[in-house]
């Protein structure tokens, strides 16, 4: 029985790792969790799936929370976050929760010696040095949940890293894959939020129309297997059924194919090295499917990519800032304040403007992600 700490308990990866658990009772316990704002839903979690422990985001909530479960140790904020990561009854911390506020809790787990599944890119994104790190001393695994990582780590399995010619990471394209520069003028939340092939949460689904997802991926990659950018690279695959690939020096490439479907990389994080039946998953019938597409990525069209290999060749405390312009961007974005396109930007601004610091401690690092988020609100 794996023990499991679940971070974005309410969230797109959140409920999918729920379901897993779900089709699995005898393999996989739901120790501890938590959650943003969504109440009711928590509510219902706790009913479900009887966790000890749950952190939501508001002290109000967590009031609430405590009358109606007695029998749970209730938690709030930043520091609920990371009381929910490190709880002592869990093996596992599922790392869902959106965006840089994961490093910390990330950070905790591994201290406590947790096995980490990391869904929560943008942790890597902003401090993959100190979080690889802090893993390799303790001797504690960072297992992708991201679908592209899992893919290209199923790939390496039993292989020796010194033979890898490079990593392709394959991009769908977003919901304006097939738009032109001008034909971005204009388009709206709705148009952005509307994906081809994944349901995902709001910031993912912008992440991937602005192909900024991609860029983060570029460097989560390089953190989760220790490759330099020039042997990471980035496959338009339209279809989302080839999740990546890797290229070895002998010019064998070994993908990893599916239905685009979360509950496959969630699962394999949880199993590793094992496997397990997804009873609800879809077989991929490639006969049905018939064709694949595969088309060279444009960094003038998707400047955010180019965005995320000049933030991660740069390293320093670049990349941090490029994660927290795009956050607050995306943010403003799905509040109304801007366009799509302003969303590119104000990313190049706040990058423009920044001295890169090298090898960041974690306190540079949340100092540069709160001025660059107010820098970011400063030209909103
Ligand atoms: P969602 O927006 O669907 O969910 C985010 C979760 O985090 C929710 O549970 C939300 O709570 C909680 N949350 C948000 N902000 C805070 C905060 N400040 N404090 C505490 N909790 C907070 O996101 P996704 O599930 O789509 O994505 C989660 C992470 O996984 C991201 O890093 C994303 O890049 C990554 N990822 C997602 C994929 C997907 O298919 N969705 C694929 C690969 C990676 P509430 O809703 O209760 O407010
Ligand atoms: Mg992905």
């Given at each position: 029985?794996?023990?499991?700490?679940?971070?974005?308990?309410t969230g797109s990866i959140g409920i999918q790792t729920l379901d897993v658990i779900r089709e699995h009772p005898e393999q996989f316990k739901l120790v501890s969790m938590s959650s943003g704002k969504n109440v009711e839903l928590t509510r219902k979690i706790i009913g479900e799936f009887k966790p000890e422990f749950v952190s939501v985001q508001e002290k109000a909530d967590a009031e609430r929370l405590k009358t109606e479960f007695p029998g749970v140790k209730i938690s709030h904020g930043l520091e609920g976050l990371e009381e929910a990561a490190v709880f002592a009854e869990?093996?596992?911390?599922?790392?869902?929760?959106?965006?840089?506020?994961?490093?910390?809790?990330?950070?905790?787990?591994?201290?406590?010696?947790?096995?980490?599944?990391?869904?929560?890119?943008?942790?890597?994104?902003?401090?993959?040095?100190?979080?690889?790190?802090?893993?390799?001393?303790?001797?504690?695994?960072?297992?992708?949940?991201?679908?592209?990582?899992?893919?290209?780590?199923?790939?390496?399995?039993?292989?020796?890293?010194?033979?890898?010619?490079?990593?392709?990471?394959?991009?769908?394209?977003?919901?304006?894959?097939?738009?032109?520069?001008?034909?971005?003028?204009?388009?709206?939340?709705?148009?952005?939020?509307?994906?081809?092939?994944?349901?995902?949460?709001?910031?993912?689904?912008?992440?991937?129309?602005?192909?900024?997802?991609?860029?983060?991926?570029?460097?989560?990659?390089?953190?989760?297997?220790?490759?330099?950018?020039?042997?990471?690279?980035?496959?338009?695959?339209?279809?989302?059924?080839?999740?990546?690939?890797?290229?070895?020096?002998?010019?064998?490439?070994?993908?990893?194919?599916?239905?685009?479907?979360?509950?496959?990389?969630?699962?394999?994080?949880?199993?590793?090295?094992?496997?397990?039946?997804?009873?609800?998953?879809?077989?991929?019938?490639?006969?049905?499917?018939?064709?694949?597409?595969?088309?060279?990525?444009?960094?003038?069209?998707?400047?955010?990519?180019?965005?995320?290999?000049?933030?991660?060749?740069?390293?320093?405390?670049?990349?941090?800032?490029?994660?927290?312009?795009?956050?607050?961007?995306?943010?403003?974005?799905?509040?109304?304040?801007?366009?799509?396109?302003?969303?590119?930007?104000?990313?190049?601004?706040?990058?423009?403007?920044?001295?890169?610091?090298?090898?960041?401690?974690?306190?540079?690092?949340?100092?540069?992600?709160?001025?660059?988020?107010?820098?970011?609100?400063?030209?909103?």
């Amino acid at each position: 029985m794996k023990k499991i700490s679940l971070l974005g308990a309410t969230g797109s990866i959140g409920i999918q790792t729920l379901d897993v658990i779900r089709e699995h009772p005898e393999q996989f316990k739901l120790v501890s969790m938590s959650s943003g704002k969504n109440v009711e839903l928590t509510r219902k979690i706790i009913g479900e799936f009887k966790p000890e422990f749950v952190s939501v985001q508001e002290k109000a909530d967590a009031e609430r929370l405590k009358t109606e479960f007695p029998g749970v140790k209730i938690s709030h904020g930043l520091e609920g976050l990371e009381e929910a990561a490190v709880f002592a009854e869990s093996d596992i911390l599922v790392n869902a929760v959106l965006g840089s506020v994961g490093l910390r809790p990330t950070l905790e787990a591994i201290r406590a010696g947790k096995t980490i599944a990391i869904a929560n890119k943008e942790t890597l994104v902003t401090a993959g040095h100190i979080v690889m790190e802090a893993a390799r001393n303790q001797n504690v695994p960072v297992l992708p949940v991201d679908s592209e990582h899992s893919a290209i780590f199923q790939a390496l399995q039993g292989e020796h890293e010194k033979n890898i010619e490079r990593l392709i990471l394959t991009a769908s394209g977003g919901s304006f894959r097939d738009r032109t520069r001008d034909e971005l003028q204009g388009v709206t939340k709705a148009d952005a939020l509307n994906h081809p092939n994944w349901s995902m949460g709001a910031k993912i689904t912008i992440d991937s129309a602005t192909m900024m997802n991609k860029g983060l991926e570029v460097i989560e990659a390089h953190w989760l297997f220790g490759l330099p950018y020039d042997q990471i690279s980035v496959l338009l695959h339209r279809e989302s059924i080839i999740h990546s690939m890797v290229e070895f020096h002998d010019t064998s490439i070994i993908a990893q194919l599916g239905t685009p479907d979360m509950k496959v990389p969630i699962q394999y994080a949880l199993t590793y090295p094992d496997r397990l039946p997804l009873v609800s998953g879809k077989r991929l019938n490639l006969a049905e499917i018939g064709k694949l597409h595969f088309q060279e990525m444009d960094f003038d069209r998707f400047r955010c990519l180019k965005f995320a290999y000049e933030a991660g060749q740069a390293g320093g405390t670049l990349p941090a800032v490029m994660n927290a312009a795009n956050e607050a961007a995306v943010a403003a974005f799905l509040e109304d304040r801007i366009t799509f396109l302003q969303i590119e930007d104000l990313i190049e601004s706040a990058m423009d403007q920044h001295s890169i610091i090298d090898n960041p401690d974690l306190e540079t690092i949340q100092e540069v992600d709160k001025e660059t988020r107010s820098f970011v609100d400063s030209l909103l």
